[in-house]
């Protein structure tokens, strides 16, 4: 009896070790070597933090832009929508980041404004300066040729603000997404002559008109490029704004051509960039041949040159605006 019992546990002793001989054979891998890590896997996380979204990085070309600038916001991750002084923008997708084109209008009083990018569960808030941009004050100039047109002073306001710029507002309130550009921005001439400054305050007597384009020099009959590729969106002759022209990029971004001779495409055409879309001319309220270029994003005047620059060097990596070869 007694030799018996003292056989139980030795038995059980025996057993339990030839089960964690068993276990430990089991439990090692084969060959000896460590199994690979899941890809981006660290060893100092938590499981229940694998699962948390990262921080998304948001970067803004700049945090104290001036009137009529135009802001590049560009993310590593896709933001639901972005917020800029209670307006929303949207965002496109271009080469693994998502990129936002911002407006600060010319006519934007300088002051702090909030800019937000929105995620789908968490947001970026970023403080933005307005400058101040001096815009020099000139003389609104009618000449006798124009006044025995018809034109003065108080007729090109009143038909500019009741007439004109009403029906090219009309035909720049689409925002298509996604834009129909997807490389940099051309110069719309071959050849770059201000002779008219962005901004400048056009004043006689009471009557005062803020110049929201650029005034480039051109030959009657010079080639006009589009900036980018779109779709022709406006095309009439108007009183003041003589032929005008008007192409969509999307996203609520639109190029305007003025006092043009000639159009060489028409109404809903998808046009290229670099391509001519008409001839510079003289035709409406102007002194003497030019191309009256100007730009609007999503309601907002900006400096077609600035937003050229900038958006080259900070969304397709250029040193500035492209240049077409005179053909
Ligand atoms: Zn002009």
Known sequence: MSRKRNLVPLLVLGIFGVLVVVAIVISRPADNKIPPKAEGWDPGQRADELNEPKTPSVSLSSLTPEQSETLVVVSDQEPVTGWFNG???PFFALHGRWVALVGVSAKLAPGSYDLQVVFPSQKVAERVEVQKRAFPVTQLVVTPELEEQGYTPSSIAENIALRENVMIQRAMERVAEPPYFTGPFYNPLASMNVVGAYGNIRKSG???????GLDLGAAMGTNVYAVNDGVVSFEDSLTNYGKTLIIDHGLGLYSL????????????????????IARSGNTGYSIAPHLHYSMKLRGSSIDPSLFCDIVNREVFGLAGCLQRKIE
């Not at 051509?257 to 028409?266: A, D, K, P, R």
Request: proline share 3%; net charge negative; charged share 35%.
């Open 87 to 89: 307006e929303p923008f």
């Open 257 to 276: 051509y003025l006092h043009l001779s000639e159009f060489q495409v028409s109404e809903k055409e998808e046009v290229k960039r670099g391509e001519v």
């Open 206 to 212: 009471d009557i005062e008109l803020q110049h929201l």
